[in-house]
Nanobody, 128 residues
Framework: EARLVESGGGLVQAGGSLRLSCKASRLLLNDYSIGWFRQAPGKEREGVSCIDMSDGNTYYADSVKGRFTISSDYAKNTFYLEMNSLKPEDTATYYC?????????????????????WGKGTLVTVST
């Protein structure tokens, strides 16, 4: 069974950094558009950062631009979210998702539904 598994979440002080990983099994990430999403308690899911498989273009939510970086290592079949200068408002469960189709990165993050695969999430807590 194909799946995505996130790791790297945890508790960090404001201003700190974390790197989230999303490891794919039984699917090849270079065939997929991929992205990171987050959901805080009581809030809707938010697209954080996404990559368009067809051209490698990326999208970042305004709230994370300049602080977060999405990357992929196809040799390891893993993609990452490097998070720096973390703020308490970044506290959320972070999910990775993949879709076996070329999707404009912004569209994938903001409007796309029905992704082929979702991870189960990793919790990020940023303390003051």
């Amino acid at each position: 069974e194909a799946r995505l598994v996130e790791s790297g979440g945890g508790l960090v002080q404001a201003g700190g950094s974390l790197r989230l990983s999303c490891k794919a099994s039984r699917l090849l990430l270079n065939d997929y558009s991929i992205g990171w999403f987050r959901q805080a308690p009581g809030k809707e899911r938010e697209g954080v950062s996404c990559i368009d498989m067809s051209d490698g273009n990326t999208y970042y939510a305004d709230s994370v631009k300049g602080r977060f970086t999405i990357s992929s290592d196809y040799a390891k079949n893993t993609f990452y979210l490097e998070m720096n200068s973390l703020k308490p408002e970044d506290t959320a469960t972070y999910y990775c998702a993949a879709e076996r189709a070329p999707v404009v990165a912004e569209t994938f993050c903001l409007y796309y539904n029905g992704m082929d695969y979702w991870g189960k999430g990793t919790l990020v807590t940023v303390s003051t």
